[in-house]
C-alpha cells in the first residue's frame, strides 16, 4: 500500500511540474521536491523522466476511460452519449487544471516521443467518441457521410479548446454545463440555420 501510495504521490507531483514547467524544462530534482521524496527514490518507480511522463498519461486518462465507460453503460442514446462525455471531460479538466494543461501542452510538444509508445491510453479516449459515432450512424442518428475518424478530433478539439478557459484563467464564465450544451448543440446542429444553405 505504501509503495502504491508513493508512486501516485510520484505521478500527482509530475502532473504539476510538468503543468507548471513543461516536460523538457523540468527534472527529476523538481518533481522529488513535488512529491516530497528524495531524488533517488523516483528512479524505484520509473526509469526516467519519460516513463513518468507516459505514466501520467496511462494513470490518470485510464483512469478517465473507466470513468466515462462507467457513465456510457447506462446510456444507449448515442447524443446522450456525447453530452455524458463532454461533461464529464470538461469537469475533470476544470478541476484537474494541471491534468488539463499537461494534455494541451505536453501532448502537442511531446507527441514525436509518445508516438513511439505503443498502449497509448489518450488514443483509446479519444476513440470512445469515434465509438459513439459509429453508433449513432448504424441507428441512422448521425450522418453516414460524416467519418467518424475526423468527427471524433473535431469533438475533442473543441472540448480540448474549451477547458483552456479555465487553465490559461480566459474565463470563468463559463459552467461545464453551459460548455457541454454549447459545443453539443454547435456538433449535433450545425451552425446554418435551418433555411441556410452552405453556398
Avoid at 11 to 23: C, L, Q, S
Avoid at 40 to 51: A, C, E, H, P, S
Avoid at 172 to 195: H, R
Wanted: neutral net charge; aromatic residues 10%; hydrophobic residues 45%.
Amino acid at each position: 500500500m505504501k509503495a502504491a501510495n508513493k508512486h501516485s504521490k510520484i505521478i500527482h507531483a509530475a502532473t504539476k511540474v510538468f503543468a507548471k514547467k513543461g516536460f523538457f524544462n523540468a527534472r527529476i530534482s523538481d518533481i522529488a521536491k513535488e512529491a516530497k521524496v528524495a531524488d533517488g527514490t523516483i528512479y524505484l518507480y520509473f526509469n526516467n523522466k519519460f516513463d513518468i511522463l507516459i505514466s501520467v498519461f496511462e494513470e490518470e486518462i485510464g483512469a478517465l476511460i473507466e470513468q466515462v465507460k462507467k457513465l456510457l453503460d447506462s446510456e444507449d442514446d448515442p447524443r446522450e452519449m456525447l453530452a455524458v462525455f463532454a461533461k464529464n471531460h470538461l469537469s475533470v479538466m476544470k478541476k484537474n487544471k494541471h491534468l488539463a494543461e499537461v494534455i494541451q501542452i505536453e501532448l502537442r510538444q511531446s507527441a514525436k516521443l509518445i508516438k513511439d509508445y505503443r498502449n497509448n491510453k489518450f488514443s483509446e479516449y479519444v476513440d470512445i467518441i469515434s465509438t459513439i459515432i459509429k453508433l449513432g450512424q448504424e441507428q441512422s442518428i448521425y450522418r453516414a457521410s460524416i467519418r467518424p475518424g475526423i468527427a471524433k478530433r473535431a469533438f475533442f478539439g473543441a472540448l480540448d479548446e474549451i477547458s483552456r478557459v479555465w487553465t490559461v484563467g480566459i474565463s470563468t464564465e463559463y459552467s461545464v454545463e453551459e460548455a457541454t450544451q454549447q459545443v453539443l448543440e454547435i456538433f449535433l446542429c450545425g451552425i446554418l440555420e435551418p433555411d441556410a444553405s452552405l453556398h
